[in-house]
């Protein structure tokens, strides 16, 4: 059997394929083009010279890529541009303004960014279009607190959130009921003007009232639900009380609800996706397949816990590798995004917990390799996106007086890996810095035969 290291090229060079197909500049224009004085977009069409002005708005840890196409296609066209994006994920703009604020918990920045964008938006008229550029990360970096509510408030009930393992659309329930700019309030904000929305997606299924917590889209959801999520994770008396003493305003029609499909400023505005998971595992899976690997891709939904996902893999991965013919390497390929309920104190995020449970789960077994990688980069409040491991490296580890249990049992991955790549020489920790796009996490898992000991020559050297 080869080795994690003889892996290393091939999983990096099959995520760098996956990544390549969702940048979010080319995905913007493969979505938009300009005809003339006609904008086209998402089976529609905007005559550009029956405005008087473009302004361009936007959050999220793509969204400063996305500006880049926007200003190759209008230039000088555009009055006014502010878009509000994660710290370090910013690009060279000409004209539009870029704000850089904290992800995942916001911070004071990405509040006056946003009360700016509201401001922007709130001067514009029928004669106006509104393009806004969405990605994930918006949710966090798109934020403006209800009347009488502070930041403080909505991070400290963010925070609780996260801690407790709440998925994206629950989260996002409770921030759409906080916020004046989320659960299509900023197309509110915008209203008479025409608004087209570019959405490059990171939620499982696209939903458009999920993505970025739907600043331009109707919400279904209801204060009644986002007190329902507080209660599911036992946080009635943990959140601030005037985050509870709002929401049950709310519930009691005291407090304006997100908008509905029926508000008249949802009728002038169009939501239009132009990437997400499903377009970054199709390009995974035409580059495993150049380089001599049979494909399955096995789902673009994976979510729930990350140590309940990596059993799930390392189950696959065990019956499928069972199954191979020698000399026919296997990719499995998976997306989405898993969630991590903390108990412990340690330092990490989703794809690198995922990672070590999954190295766990195959200690001992030989020729199946792991890259769990978040899109964008990052992978919770630290500088790794993910990691790399094989059925090997918890034995490793155990050599080098390093327990996996227990950095698994104090949701200390990030200080795992850290300690097992300074003791051992390697480079399990996966840290491509920011990517510039997002759409959820990808997982890969590359198989040889059981017993194919050094019999992958076919694939030696393919890798790019």
């Known amino acids: 059997m080869m080795t994690l290291a003889n892996y290393r090229e091939k999983l990096t060079g099959i995520f760098g394929a996956a990544l390549a197909a969702v940048d979010p500049c080319q995905a913007v224009l493969n979505t938009m083009k300009l005809d003339g004085e006609s904008l ?21 840890k793509a969204s400063a890529r996305m500006a880049l196409a926007i200003e190759e296609l209008l230039g000088a066209r555009i009055a006014a541009g502010l878009i509000v994006v994660k710290e370090g994920h910013t690009a060279k703009l000409a004209h539009i303004e870029q704000v850089e604020a ?39 970096l798109l934020v ?26 629950e989260l996002n329930s409770v921030r759409k009921h906080l916020s004046a700019v989320k659960g299509g309030r900023l197309a509110q904000a915008a209203y008479p003007a025409q608004v087209v929305t570019l959405i490059l997606s990171d939620v499982i299924g696209d939903r458009l009232d999920v993505i970025a917590s739907g600043p331009t889209a109707p919400d279904g959801s209801t ?7 507080i209660a599911k994770y036992g946080l009635q008396e943990k959140i601030p009380q005037r985050v509870a003493d709002y929401l049950q305003r709310g519930i009691a029609g005291m407090a304006p609800e997100t908008l509905k499909e029926a508000d008249p400023s949802m009728l002038l505005t169009r939501n239009v996706i132009v990437g997400g998971i499903k377009q970054a595992l199709a390009a995974a899976q035409a580059k495993a397949g150049q380089i001599g690997f049979a494909v399955k891709m096995v789902t673009a939904e994976l979510q729930g816990e990350a140590r309940d996902a990596a059993r799930i893999l390392a189950k696959t991965a065990v019956e499928a590798q069972a199954g191979l013919r020698p000399n026919e390497p296997l990719c499995l390929l998976f997306g989405g995004e898993t969630t991590v309920t903390v108990r412990g104190g340690g330092q990490g995020g989703r794809n690198q917990e995922l990672a070590l449970a999954f190295a766990r789960e195959t200690d001992g077994r030989e020729g199946i390799y792991l890259l769990s990688a978040g899109t964008d980069g990052s992978d919770g409040p630290n500088d790794a996106a993910g990691a790399m ?47 510039g796009t997002n759409v959820m996490d990808v997982q890969l898992i590359l198989l040889e035969p059981a017993g194919n000991a050094g019999n992958n020559e076919n694939l030696e050297g393919q890798a790019e």
Request: hydrophobic fraction near 40%; proline fraction near 5%.
């Open 144 to 169: 403006a607190p209800a009347e009488g509510l502070m930041l403080c408030d909505k991070q400290e009930t963010t925070a609780l959130l996260l801690k407790a393992g709440a998925p994206i659309g």
């Open 389 to 435: 491991v094989d059925g090997s490296l918890a034995e490793r580890a155990r050599q080098l007086g390093i327990d996996p249990v227990q950095y698994l049992d104090d949701n200390d991955s990030y200080g795992f890996f850290q300690r097992f790549d300074s003791l051992s020489g390697e480079n399990s920790h996966f840290m491509p810095g920011p990517t």
């Open 223 to 229: 204060f009644g639900d986002a007190w329902a999520v």
């Open 40 to 60: 086209r977009v998402g089976g529609a069409s905007y005559r550009l010279d029956t405005f008087e002005r473009i302004i361009v708005v936007g959050a999220g």
């Open 102 to 140: 904290s992800h995942p918990i916001p911070n004071q920045a990405g509040e006056e960014g946003t009360r700016r964008i509201l401001e922007t938006v709130q001067g514009a008229d029928a004669k106006t279009l509104v393009i806004c550029l969405l990605s994930g990360g918006a949710s966090a």
